[in-house]
Each structure stands twice: as structure tokens, then as C-alpha cells.
């Protein structure tokens, strides 16, 4: 799903940057040595990073964004999937990383105001 690139002024500005501020607090998740859930966790990192720096440009008072705000379902479908044949200490690791992508999509919903 692609959100517009053309917001309006939010106005709920706070529960944004409460979120943001949450999300920001919790830290990362560290990397893993399973090779593919460190590729999962690069793709994370990488779509938190544009998420974040779009939310900050929101913050901010941007109304035209550079990019839309986007969610990532093939991203949560390829956790879910690594997860359902993972070991336990990898499947831990995984859930650490839907908890911040469930973090980063709560994000986008909030930013994307005026659809």
C-alpha cells in the first residue's frame, strides 16, 4: 500500500511524536548470525530508516514529502515465514523484529494524515 505524498498538518502532532520518541527509546534489535534473518533485519533497518526520516519531516511541518509512506507486507510475510521454521533462539530474535516493524507501520499510520 502507498500512502500520498501530500500530507496535511496533522493534527494530532503529539501522539505522533510520542510515538516516535517510544519507538526511538526502545533501541534496535540486534543483528543475528542466521543468514536469513540477517537479511530480514537489513531490510528492516533500511525501511525503519525511511519511515523515521519521513516521520521526522512531518514533525517538522513538511507538507510534500520526497517519497510516500509505505507499508512493507512482503517484509512482515518473509518474517512470519522464516519464523515457522526457525529454531527458538531465531524465532525470539524475529519477534523483536515484528515488534519495531509493528512499530514502524503504527508510524506511517500516524504520519499519513489527509489520504
Given at each position: 500500500?502507498?500512502?500520498?505524498?501530500?500530507?496535511?498538518?496533522?493534527?494530532?502532532?503529539?501522539?505522533?511524536r510520542?510515538?516516535?520518541?517510544a519507538?526511538?527509546?526502545?533501541?534496535?534489535?540486534s543483528?543475528?548470525s542466521d543468514?536469513?534473518?540477517?537479511?530480514?533485519?537489513?531490510?528492516?533497518e533500511?525501511?525503519?530508516?525511511?519511515?523515521?526520516?519521513l516521520?521526522?519531516?512531518?514533525?517538522?511541518?513538511?507538507?510534500h514529502?520526497?517519497s510516500p509512506?509505505?507499508?512493507?507486507p512482503?517484509l512482515r510475510?518473509?518474517?512470519n515465514?522464516?519464523?515457522a521454521?526457525?529454531?527458538?533462539?531465531i524465532?525470539?530474535?524475529?519477534?523483536?523484529?515484528?515488534?519495531?516493524?509493528d512499530?514502524?507501520?503504527?508510524l506511517a499510520?500516524?504520519?499519513?494524515i489527509g489520504?
Amino acid at each position: 500500500m502507498v500512502w500520498p505524498k501530500t500530507l496535511t498538518m496533522p493534527t494530532e502532532h503529539s501522539q505522533l511524536r510520542e510515538a516516535y520518541e517510544a519507538y526511538r527509546a526502545r533501541g534496535f534489535p540486534s543483528i543475528t548470525s542466521d543468514r536469513d534473518a540477517e537479511d530480514l533485519w537489513v531490510e528492516l533497518e533500511q525501511y525503519a530508516a525511511h519511515t523515521c526520516g519521513l516521520v521526522e519531516r512531518v514533525l517538522a511541518g513538511q507538507r510534500h514529502l520526497p517519497s510516500p509512506l509505505e507499508l512493507e507486507p512482503q517484509l512482515r510475510a518473509r518474517m512470519n515465514e522464516l519464523r515457522a521454521r526457525a529454531s527458538p533462539d531465531i524465532v525470539a530474535r524475529l519477534d523483536e523484529y515484528l515488534e519495531v516493524l509493528d512499530a514502524i507501520e503504527n508510524l506511517a499510520g500516524l504520519a499519513r494524515i489527509g489520504r
